[in-house]
């Protein structure tokens, strides 16, 4: 079974940047596609981009496009996500997981998360 684990979340003034990374253990998860979700405090968890096993094609929730980015390298397990231009409404915690059905439906295990606050 692959273990995900988010990293690279803190604390960020409102037009700033993270990087946030998705480490796989466990099993090389380089055969599935990937997402990145956020749940914000009292709100459900939430699409926010997607990536395919071999990094080809991907897909953004319009919250978030324009501002960013999803990669993977294959060859270190890991799978990034760029933010820039952040907004208060981006804090969140974020996970990923690998999907089930492309480009939103995660297998469903989730890991700790990473927390995302950005202050205005």
């Given at each position: ?17 993270l990087?946030?990374?998705c480490?796989a ?6 055969g599935?596609?990937v997402g ?7 709100k459900?968890?939430e ?9 080809g ?8 496009k ?55």
């Amino acid at each position: 079974q692959v273990q995900l684990v988010e990293s690279g979340g803190g604390l960020v003034q409102a037009g700033g940047s993270l990087r946030l990374s998705c480490a796989a253990s466990g099993r090389t998860f380089s055969g599935y596609a990937v997402g990145w979700f956020r749940q914000a405090p009292e709100k459900e968890r939430e699409f926010v981009a997607a990536i395919s096993w071999d990094g080809g094609h991907t897909r953004y929730a319009d919250s978030v496009k324009g501002r960013f980015t999803i990669s993977r390298n294959n060859a270190k397990n890991t799978v990034y996500l760029q933010m820039n231009s952040l907004k208060p409404e981006d804090t969140a915690v974020y996970y990923c997981s690998a999907l089930r059905q492309w480009p939103n439906q995660a297998i469903g295990s989730w890991g700790q998360g990473t927390q995302v606050t950005v202050s205005s």
